[in-house]
């Protein structure tokens, strides 16, 4: 027998939010939960990040009645969820006693285990949440993502794991969502926090597999003594997503580590979402193969995609060349942040707003917050003189405290205000939908009693109008719209006369 | 400094043979050509397997010519090609002149690297190509084809390698042509070679990526001493084919082992085919996920749906269970050959006979030639009941020699025959050419000063054919078929009256 290695499961969330668009319906999951369930997995990652906000927003389907559906259908396995600290799942820091509900909720309708992350790493905006998830009896994991920049080093990233660990977590997660983490890294972290924070400290990795390097990363992770990784069941992985599970079952073979995984059960799943993939191909993500040129550039494919539109945009596409060469300097005047939502986008729209017209002549509203603390703290000091600027731009000062210790109670107008919507349900789990999400909250409420809409299409005939010019039969008297399904791929084609 | 690992791109034949069916046409890799050459390659795996006769076959090029080409285009880097054996590039076992006369001409016309392998891991069938090989001065790789079965041990394996370093070899070569190679057999398989042949003695690993799980087993392989590896650039890698060279690259980053690789030459050379792919999507690979149940099955995805459709020719398309329980008993009583190209063809045709007609009641040919010792010898001893039957069958003995020691001389035969056919050109090379293609060549030769054809599709604009009822604008008087193109990729749709 080789030592256990435990695995978590990304099929119900990440996977899907990685790969289209977050739009799978609750009822094409169902089906494969049984199967899950007597897998075999240490968790099965299955609610937060954007699938709440794709719910009430795409799907008419109560997030809350779905994390009940799971936490019924998978009896034998923990749930897990991902938890921005304090923003919750919405895009704002929340004031403390709406965080602590929020976990509170979630540990009452059935989540297991928390994973709790900052996009700064700042750990003073996790501990809310970790402490209100260490009340509920919960498992609450504590979050480093990782990024590479001059000063992440692995010693800062142990530093971050000791705090962590005198928080009191119950364990610890290294987040890779850039696909970043290479083999020796993931070998050094892993070893270096074992090292330092006790070896009974539970180390939980998790990457993407966009680089292509990543389940070397994991073998790496797991030697180094990785107690628990991530990976996706096959017919949903790869690309931008996650590394398939199946391989990982089967590469461990022989090593001296092994899973306590049913694949038998892991391939009727796999069947189950290879299935459900093709009715989701609107949403599917292009590209399934590697990218590795974010070794160099540090920046994530979605950010360069929005610099590049907002150059357009202002007819000057030409200038991408020397909008690469600002974001390493913008991001270095704002102490290195990781570049991942929404630091990316903040650090992006600087950087090309520097280039059309000039260094911080112009700075966008998030910008500035960033500068001045308003997002937290981050790993390296920032330039004092962008600092400066940001104070004059905003016309604010510059904050050290965690940001959520300037906001004022708000519980209980959120709740007057959402206890006046129509169709919302007197809960606090209405309240809390609101609270993360008051633009699309007053539709739902209002939209509910429909019941889920599912946005996958069935793969059908083709549809044809013909549109003949009656003079000429056999010609075409107008352009034609066709609407074409090739292995379960919809695709409007037009046809003109030409 | 670490130690440098030496990388063999097989973009220019592999990769297109495993996911485009070896379609590419030489003027789509000349303009890569000098991005390659300067990329630091050890070797570019260019000439070989399927990609002579899809040259004559489908594309009217002089596979020679094309070896020219790159020779010319290609001066800093050595070429490789992949050679069956006994085999050459055919389909049957060749007299050792013309085997000799094939290596001659292939070194003359300017390839530097042999890698020589046999389907049943018969050395004997490797000797005289090898031998040819090292009278020439090239480069003469010997090749171990790794497969999976009770008798296949590391042991076993290394044995072979130490017969071929007694052959003389210049390197071994591990072959994972069904990506069944995982992590820890490379690691072992690696490390037993170079400690029972020496240090000194060059391990060369190819595997492809179709379980997922052999990147890690390339990491392995490295570590446990591996000299060169093979990958393809990413914009024609993964799935059945192999793992993306920058991911190789960037993988070994702080591990102690480093390429000599430029990755901004690798880049252009992938943004080069990333924009020839989408004009071969006809000829394009389905699946780019991973397959992992091989694993157990032991039955190759190309095996796979060829005994399908076998079965349902028959009407017994619900007997695939009991084929698939066949295959393991066949192929102990052939001997556990490794189930590659003739073999698994040959294991899973008899598998399917056995259930629809019993056990053995009726055999193929090809099976009987395999029993009696007409491919060689493989690793473990027959089923002697099943050897007696194939006697029977076939009404012919068996051998225990190697199979080419049973042939007559045939140069001048071959010679003769080709000089009669309209077209060629007088030279041995010809002669190779209808010896190792005699159905495919005498077209060829005729056609062959038309040039070459292209058989890649540019992406144009939909056509549409109108039929419509001439008394009824409007509805469709008889289906319609049409050749619609989406983003290149051409699908016949046929839209119905309904």
Known sequence: MGRLVEVTDVILRDAHQSLMATRMALEDMVPACEYLDKAGYWSLECWGGATYDACIRFLNEDPWERLRTFKKLLPNTRTQMLLRGQNLLGYRHYEDTVVSRFVEKAAENGMDVFRVFDALNDVRNLETALRAVKRTGKHAQGTI????????????FVTMAQKLVEMGVDSICIKDMAALLKPQPAYDLVKGIKEKCGKDVIVHVHVHSTTGVTLVSLMKAIEAGADIVDTSVSSLSLGPGHNPTESLVE????????????????????????????????????????????????????????????????????????????????????????????????????????????????????????????????????????????????????????????????????????????????????????????????????????????????????????????GHPGYLAAPIDYEVIINGKKTKVTVAPA
């Not at 992006?348 to 703290?377: C, H, I, R, W």
């Open 145 to 156: 993502c990782y990024t590479i920049s001059p000063v992440h080093t692995v010693e800062k």
């Open 251 to 470: 590469m461990l073979e022989g090593t001296g580590y092994e899973t306590r995984l049913n694949l038998e059960m892991i391939y009727k799943a796999r069947d189950h979402f290879a299935q459900i993939r093709p009715r989701y191909r609107e949403f599917l993500t292009d590209y399934t193969g590697v990218e590795t040129e974010i070794f160099a550039s540090q920046i994530p494919g979605g950010m360069l995609s929005n610099m590049e539109s907002q150059l357009k945009q202002q007819g000057q596409g030409d200038r991408m060349k020397e909008v690469l060469e600002e974001v390493p300097r913008v991001r270095k005047a704002a102490g290195y942040p990781p570049l991942v939502t929404p630091s990316s986008q903040i650090v992006g729209t600087q950087a090309v707003f520097n280039v059309m017209m000039g260094p911080y002549k112009v700075m966008t509203g998030e910008f500035s917050d960033l500068m001045l603390g308003y997002y937290g703290k981050t790993d390296d000091e920032k330039d004092p003189q962008v600092v400066a600027k940001a104070k004059e731009f905003a016309k604010k000062e510059e904050i050290t405290c965690r940001p959520a210790d300037l906001l004022k109670p708000e519980w209980e107008k959120l709740r007057e205000e959402t206890l006046k919507l129509e169709g919302n349900n007197g809960t606090d789990e209405d309240v809390l939908t609101y609270a993360m999400f008051p633009q699309v909250a007053p539709k739902f409420f209002k939209e509910r009693h429909k019941g889920p809409v599912n946005v996958g299409k069935d793969p059908s005939e083709p549809k044809v109008t013909a549109a003949v010019d009656p």
